[in-house]
């Protein structure tokens, strides 16, 4: 890391006359990649060859860095006021929750930390002269910076989405879709979307009684559907498979194309879908 700079919760660390810093000569560090797993083992007895049966993060990412005031700043003087401390401290430490961490860093430009801190002061003579901070992040890995991807289906058509993320399996996208008119398919009231990802063949994402222009978001991180409409039956109108992005490795292939397919089924009503998911990167400070 050779950034000077931070943006967290939208704000910039220079924005209050501060940079990134370092206060001791830290000679050589082991710094954590995000990519400690721990494996969980056994041995077959009379074989050599040991099988892994499980693995896990163990540890969320966390990591120490220092700030300083930024040189040629509007106060010359090295020590923080109190009031400087409080303010940034107002800004860092707090109990509201994660908010996005990034390094103004140009490799590090789209990549972000779900973060919280918490602070102690380094002093000079009684003077403080600069904040330690401690982040730690809700996860093992941060994240490329989300994007909204919005397609347009009439049942039958496909689109193709490319999973980025470092990590392999699936990830849940959150998932927004405007429904469109169900004249042509069936009774107003009675539209249905089945939606189906190729390297996700065994289950598919079904909904069912759905109106001319109802929004139906589905959060597949919290399992949760919600309607702009006011439905009674909405719980009993979805099959609860709520759509996953995936990429694997097979025979040294990397897979990562995902096709999903608007299937044309009974009913059937064309739509507008919008998948909002942030692709996880193995990278540390």
Known sequence: MYATNFEYDGKQLSDYGMMICRFDSPGLETLSSEADLTFTTTKSVGSDKVKIYNSKYDEIYTAVFQICRLPGSTRPEICLAPNEISALQRWLCRKDGYHPFKLLQEDFRDIYWNAVFSCKQIELKGETVGLELTMYTDSPYACLAAEDITYSLTPGDSFTLFDLSDETGFQYPA???????SSDSGSPGQGKIVLQ????????TILTNLQNNEIITLDGENKLISSNLSRTDLANSFNYCFPRIFNRIENGTDMRENVFTLLDTENAIPCHITFHYAPIIKIGL
């Open 197 to 204: 990802n190729s390297m996700d063949t065994r289950r598919k």
């Open 175 to 181: 998932v927004t879709i405007v429904c469109g008119s």
